[in-house]
C-alpha cells in the first residue's frame, strides 16, 4: 500500500444499502432511510474521522488484497489520499491527487448543493453494493472542513430526474470501474453546482484497447528511407538551406533518414516495441482515443428512477421500466440526455504565462497559432500529435492550397498588369471614349430617364479592359489545368502522410450509432412491444424517414426559392433607383448612376448572403437532425450535402444573374420587358456586364472573407468568452478572484469553447474555391485575395484550436472525405462557368467575329458601331418616351441600343439580324471546344501525375518486406530453441539413470513447456 492511502484493515464486509441509501445524493443531508442505512453510514464517519481536514482528494486505485473480504470489486476502487499540497501535486489538475497518474479524460455533470456548502471538503468512496444482476457503486460522503454531517437532518426535497441522472451516473461510473478505468470525482469545485470525474487507463487497459483498436506502434526496429541521389539530392539540400529560416522550431520536422517499423499493438508480441518508458509509449492523444472508445463502448441499463408517489410517477417509472428492456446508454447518450455536461481530454497545460512548464500546447502557440510565425511551414506532425489525424489533414489541405494559390496569385497579377499596359491600346474603348463620334444612347429607363452619351460611359470601358482582354482566356485555361494540379498534387501529399502516420492500411471502422438514433429505435421498438410484434432486429426504415425526406425536400426547395426572391428584389432596387437617381438634377450624381446602383446592390447582397448563411446553417443541422442518421460519419456527410448546397445557392445566386442574366432579356426600345408590368428589365453597360461581375464577385468575396471569416471567427469566441466571464463571476461573486487564480486544468477547459467540427472550416474554404475557379475569368485578383486571407486564416483557425477550444476528441482519418469529391465537383464545373463567361458574359467572342468576318481593314475599328443598332424615337409606346427629350440640347430622331437587330429603315425592323445568329454560333462553338479541350488537359494531368509518389510505394513495399522478414526471424529464433531444448532431453533420455538417486531421473512429462522458457528475443 502507497503512503498516504487509507488503510482498510480490519474493516467488516459492507452491508447492501437499502434502496432509500441508495437513492441519497452524495454530500446533500443525511443519508434517507431506515436506521441500519443510518449507523452503516455512521461507521464509515467514524472510520475516517481522524482524516485531516486538509484532505479534498478523491483517490481510486486497483487493489486485489482486499478483494476478498467483500468489501471492493477485483477491478478498481475509490480511496482517498493525503496531500499536503494537493494541487501542486497533481499539478492542478493534470494528475490524481496522487501526482502518477494522468487525467486521460474528463466527465462533467451538474448537481445541487446547499450554497453554503462550496467549501465543503468533498471526497466520495465507491462501494461494492449488490442491485440486481450488476453492482452498484455508491458514494458516501466524508467530513472534511466545516461543519460535521448532521445525520439526523431533515431531508431536503429531491428532483426526481436529477435523482435519476445521478443514479445512472452512478451505475455507469461503477460500469467503467469494472471495465478497468480508474476514477476520481471532484466536486469541491471553483464552479458552483459542477462536479468533474477524472478517468485514467491504466497500462493493462491501454494494452488491451490498443490491441482491439488494432493500432499502429513503432517497433524497436528501424531501417533506412530511401533517400535521393544525384541532382535531386543536391536540389533538395540547397532548397532545405533556403527553406530554413522558415521552418518551425519543432522536433523532428525535418526530413528523417531513418523510421521505426510500425505494426498492430499486440499483447502476445509486446517484446517486439520499445517499452522502456511506458508512461510515454501511448502519448495523451492515443490515451484519450482508447479511452472514448470505452466510454461508448460502455452502458448503463438499469439505474432505478428513485423514490415518489403519485399518478404521474407511476407512470414516469413504468414508462422507464419498458425503456431499460430495450436501451442502452452509452456516452453519447447521456450527453444527448444531460446526464453528463460534457467530456472530453485535457489540454496539456497552459500555453502562456510566466514559470509554464514546457508542454505540445506551448509548443504550438509558439511556432504555429502566432500571427507573428505566418511566413513558417506549419509543423503538421505536431498537430497530428496533438489533435489527431482528422484535424491535421485539414490543416495539411489547407496549407497545400495556400502554397498553390501563390503561383495562381501570380500569373493572376501578370494578366491584371497586361490589361493595365494595354489599355491605352485598345480600340474598342477609344472609340467609345472619343466624344467625336458623337453616338447618342436610347434611355435607360422609362419617362425619367433620357438620351446620353456613349461617352459618358467611358471609364467603365476602359476599367473592363482590364478585365476582359485576351489574356484572361489563357488564365482560365491555367486556372482549369490548376485546379486539376491541385488536386493531384494534394492526393500525393495526402499518401505522404498516410505513410508517415502509418496509416497506410487504416481502413474506418462502422462508427457507433448516434444517441438520437437509439432513441428512435427505442421508441419504435415500444410501439411494436405494445402492440404485441416482433422487436429483434429494430432498425429504421426508408418508411420511418419519409417525412423527414419529405421535409427536407420542401424545405430545401423553400430556401432556394427564397434566395431567389432576393435576388429579385435587389434587381427591383436596382431598377428603382436607377431610376430615381436619374431624376435628380446634378450631373455628377446622374453620371455615376451605374456605379452607385451597382455598389449598393452588392452591399445589400452580400449582407443578405452572410445573414442567411447563419440561417442556412441552422437549418441544414435541423434538417439532418430529423432524417436521424445512423452514425456520426452519415450525420457528417449529410450535413455537409445540405448545408454546401444552400450555402452554395446562397453566394453564388447573384453572381449567376450579373454573368447570364442580366441584359439578356431586355427586348429592345419600344417593346422592352417588364417586372410586374411595371419594373424594365436591366441592361448591361455598352462595354457589357463583366465590369458589373467583376465589382460584383470582388465586393461579396472580400466581404464574406472580412466579415464572416475573420471578424466572426475572432469577435463572436472572445464575446462568448466575456459571457462566460461574466456569468461566473455573477453566480460566486465572493469566490471569483480566488477561482481565477486556483482553477484546475479540467475546470480551465470546461469553460472554453466545444469543439463543434471541422465543417464549419472547411465550408468557408470550399466556398472561396468556389471563388477563386467558378468566374475568374472575370476577376483575376481572386486568387491574390484568397491566398492574403488564407496566410491569416490559417493562424486564426490555429489559435482558435490552442486557446479557444476544448481539446477535441481524436479521430483517426486518412483523408479528407467528402470534401474531395466537392472540390473536384467545383473543378469540373469552373471549367464549363468559365467558358460561358469568356463566351456570353464578355466581349471576346464578338470581337473575334468581327475581326475575322466583318473588319474591313483586319483592325478593330469600328467594332463598337457594329455591335449597335439603330432605333426611330417615334416608334416608343405612349408613355414611355423620355420627358424631356432635349436634354441633350437637340431633338434626338434615331439613338442607338446594343444588340444585333434590323435597323428601322429594313423592312423587318427591329427584328434579330443575321450578326446575331453568326455571334451565338461562334460563341456556342467556343463553348464545346474550350469545355472538352481544357476537360482533355486536366484528365491528362490527372493521367499524368500518378497518385502514390513512387518512393512512397516504394517504402511500403520495403516495410512489407521488412515485416514478413521480422516475423520470418522470429519463427526461426523460436524453432532453434524449440530444437535446442529437444536437443537436451534427448541427451538426458540416453544417459544411464542413477538409481541410488531416483530424482535424477528426467521426467518429461513435468519438463516445462517451450513455450514457457522463452520470453522473447531483442531484436
Not at 200 to 223: D, G, I, Q, S
Not at 591 to 619: F, H, K, M, P
Not at 621 to 645: D, G, M, N, Q, Y
Not at 650 to 656: A, G, L, R
Request: proline share 5%; net charge neutral; hydrophobic share 40%.
Amino acid at each position: 500500500m502507497q503512503e498516504g492511502d487509507i488503510s482498510l484493515e480490519g474493516l467488516p464486509p459492507r452491508e447492501a444499502p437499502t434502496a432509500e441509501a441508495a437513492g441519497a445524493v452524495d454530500g446533500e443531508g443525511a443519508p434517507p432511510g431506515g436506521p441500519q442505512a443510518q449507523a452503516a453510514t455512521m461507521r464509515v464517519n467514524e472510520k475516517y474521522s481522524t482524516l485531516p481536514a486538509e484532505d479534498r482528494s478523491v483517490h481510486i486505485i486497483n487493489i486485489c488484497a482486499i478483494e476478498d473480504i467483500g468489501y471492493l470489486p477485483s477491478e478498481g476502487t475509490l480511496l482517498n489520499s493525503l496531500s499536503v499540497d494537493p494541487d501542486a501535486k497533481c499539478r492542478y489538475g493534470l494528475y490524481f491527487r496522487d501526482g502518477r497518474r494522468k487525467v486521460d479524460y474528463i466527465l462533467v455533470y451538474h448537481h445541487k448543493r446547499p450554497s453554503g456548502s462550496r467549501t465543503l471538503a468533498r471526497r466520495v468512496q465507491h462501494s461494492d453494493t449488490p442491485f440486481g444482476a450488476r453492482s452498484l457503486k455508491q458514494d458516501h460522503p466524508l467530513p472534511g472542513k466545516g461543519a460535521p454531517l448532521d445525520v439526523g437532518a431533515a431531508e431536503p426535497p429531491m428532483d426526481y430526474h436529477e435523482d435519476d441522472k445521478r443514479l445512472r451516473r452512478e451505475e455507469y461510473e461503477g460500469n467503467l470501474l469494472e471495465a478497468g478505468l480508474e476514477l476520481e470525482r471532484d466536486e469541491d469545485t471553483k464552479i458552483h453546482g459542477v462536479g468533474f470525474v477524472k478517468i485514467h487507463a491504466p497500462w493493462n487497459v491501454l494494452c488491451r484497447e490498443a490491441e482491439f483498436l488494432k493500432l499502429k506502434m513503432p517497433t524497436k526496429k528501424m531501417y533506412h528511407i530511401n533517400e535521393t541521389r544525384g541532382l535531386l539530392k543536391k536540389i533538395n539540400s540547397v532548397l532545405q538551406k533556403i527553406t530554413d529560416p522558415i521552418q518551425p522550431k519543432v522536433a523532428d520536422h525535418r526530413p528523417q533518414t531513418m523510421k521505426r517499423l510500425s505494426y498492430p499493438f499486440s499483447r502476445e508480441k509486446q517484446h517486439l516495441f520499445d517499452l522502456s518508458d511506458k508512461d510515454s509509449f501511448f502519448d495523451s492523444k492515443t490515451r484519450s482515443t482508447i479511452v472514448y472508445e470505452i466510454l461508448k463502448r460502455t452502458t448503463c441499463t438499469k439505474a432505478k428512477y428513485s423514490m415518489g408517489q403519485g399518478e404521474g410517477r407511476k407512470k414516469d417509472s413504468a414508462l422507464l421500466s419498458k425503456r431499460r428492456k430495450c436501451g442502452k446508454y452509452g456516452i453519447t447518450s447521456l450527453l444527448a440526455n444531460g446526464v453528463y455536461a460534457a467530456a472530453y481530454p485535457l489540454h496539456d497545460g497552459d500555453y502562456e504565462g510566466e514559470n509554464v512548464e514546457f508542454n505540445d500546447r506551448k509548443l504550438l502557440y509558439e511556432e504555429w497559432a502566432r500571427y507573428g510565425v505566418f511566413y513558417k511551414y506549419q509543423p503538421i506532425d505536431l498537430v497530428r500529435k496533438y489533435f489527431g489525424e482528422k484535424i491535421s489533414l485539414y490543416f495539411a489541405w489547407l496549407g497545400v492550397y495556400t502554397q498553390m494559390l501563390i503561383p495562381a496569385s501570380v500569373v493572376g497579377i501578370i494578366v491584371f498588369l497586361y490589361g493595365c499596359a494595354t489599355m491605352d491600346e485598345n480600340i474598342p474603348s477609344m472609340e467609345m471614349c472619343d466624344q467625336r463620334y458623337n453616338i447618342t444612347m436610347c434611355p435607360l429607363c422609362d419617362k425619367t430617364c433620357s438620351y446620353w452619351k456613349m461617352s459618358s460611359a467611358c471609364a467603365t470601358a476602359r476599367a473592363s479592359h482590364l478585365f476582359d482582354n485576351p489574356a484572361t482566356v489563357f488564365f482560365s485555361v491555367f486556372m482549369a489545368l490548376w485546379a486539376a494540379t491541385f488536386m493531384e498534387h494534394w492526393k500525393r501529399k495526402q499518401m505522404r502522410l498516410n505513410y508517415r502516420w502509418d496509416l497506410t492500411g487504416f481502413e474506418e471502422e462502422e462508427d457507433h450509432p448516434r444517441a438520437e438514433y437509439e432513441a428512435r429505435v427505442l421508441e419504435k421498438s415500444l410501439k411494436k412491444e405494445s402492440k404485441n410484434k416482433e422487436t429483434d432486429k429494430v432498425k429504421l426504415t426508408w418508411r420511418d424517414r419519409f417525412p423527414a425526406y419529405l421535409t427536407n425536400m420542401v424545405s430545401i426547395i423553400f430556401m432556394i426559392a427564397v434566395t431567389f426572391a432576393i435576388v429579385l428584389g435587389v434587381i427591383i432596387y436596382r431598377i428603382s433607383m436607377a431610376a430615381a437617381l436619374a431624376m435628380n438634377s446634378s450631373p455628377s450624381v446622374r453620371s455615376n448612376i451605374r456605379v452607385t446602383v451597382t455598389a449598393t446592390a452588392v452591399i445589400i447582397n452580400l449582407v443578405v448572403i452572410i445573414l442567411l448563411d447563419e440561417v442556412y446553417g441552422c437549418i441544414a443541422r435541423w434538417l439532418t437532425k430529423i432524417e436521424v442518421p445512423k452514425t456520426e460519419k452519415s450525420f457528417e456527410e449529410r450535413l455537409i450535402f445540405k448545408a454546401f448546397l444552400l450555402k452554395f445557392v446562397n453566394s453564388y445566386t447573384p453572381i449567376f444573374y450579373v454573368a447570364f442574366f442580366k441584359g439578356r432579356f431586355v427586348g429592345r426600345p419600344g417593346d422592352y420587358v417588364y417586372i410586374f408590368h411595371y419594373f424594365r428589365m436591366e441592361e448591361c453597360a455598352p462595354g457589357g456586364c463583366l465590369m458589373e461581375l467583376c465589382i460584383q464577385l470582388s465586393i461579396i468575396m472580400l466581404g464574406k472573407q472580412l466579415i464572416q471569416n475573420n471578424l466572426f471567427e475572432i469577435g463572436i469566441p472572445k464575446m462568448k468568452k466575456f459571457i462566460r466571464y461574466l456569468r461566473l463571476k455573477r453566480q460566486s461573486p465572493a469566490h471569483h478572484e480566488e477561482s481565477v487564480k486556483r482553477r484546475q486544468r479540467y475546470e480551465v477547459d470546461y469553460n472554453l469553447e466545444p469543439f463543434a467540427g471541422l465543417t464549419p472550416e472547411y465550408m468557408e474554404m470550399i466556398i472561396q474555391f468556389g471563388f477563386v475557379t467558378l468566374f475568374v475569368a472575370s476577376f483575376p485578383l481572386a486568387p491574390l485575395f484568397a491566398l492574403l486571407n488564407n496566410i491569416i486564416e490559417i493562424r486564426l483557425d490555429a489559435k482558435k484550436f490552442v486557446t479557444e477550444l476544448r481539446r477535441p476528441v481524436v479521430v483517426r482519418a486518412k483523408d479528407i472525405g467528402i470534401w474531395y469529391n466537392i472540390l473536384r465537383g467545383i473543378g469540373k464545373l469552373a471549367v464549363i462557368i468559365n467558358a460561358f463567361v469568356i463566351s456570353f458574359t464578355s466581349d471576346f467572342i464578338p470581337r473575334l467575329v468581327y475581326l475575322y468576318m466583318y473588319s474591313k481593314d483586319g483592325t478593330m475599328h469600328g467594332f463598337v458601331n457594329h455591335t449597335l443598332s439603330s432605333f426611330n424615337v417615334s416608334d416608343f409606346q405612349n408613355g414611355t418616351a423620355p420627358n424631356d427629350p432635349l436634354d441633350l440640347g437637340y431633338e434626338v430622331q434615331i439613338c442607338r441600343y446594343k444588340d444585333y437587330r434590323e435597323p428601322p429603315w429594313s423592312e423587318n425592323k427591329y427584328d434579330i439580324s443575321k450578326d446575331f445568329w453568326a455571334v451565338l454560333a461562334a460563341r456556342l462553338a467556343f463553348v464545346i471546344v474550350f469545355q472538352n479541350l481544357v476537360m482533355f488537359m486536366s484528365d491528362f494531368v490527372d493521367w499524368v501525375i500518378p497518385d502514390i509518389p513512387k518512393d512512397i510505394s516504394q517504402q511500403i513495399h520495403k516495410e512489407k518486406v521488412l515485416m514478413v522478414e521480422l516475423f520470418m526471424r522470429e519463427e526461426q529464433d523460436k524453432q532453434q530453441l524449440l530444437d535446442t531444448w529437444m536437443e537436451k532431453e534427448r541427451q538426458k533420455d540416453e544417459a544411464p539413470c542413477n538409481h541410488h538417486n531416483p530424482k535424477a531421473c528426467p521426467d518429461s512429462l513435468g519438463s516445462p513447456a517451450p513455450s514457457q522458457a522463452y520470453h522473447g528475443g531483442v531484436l
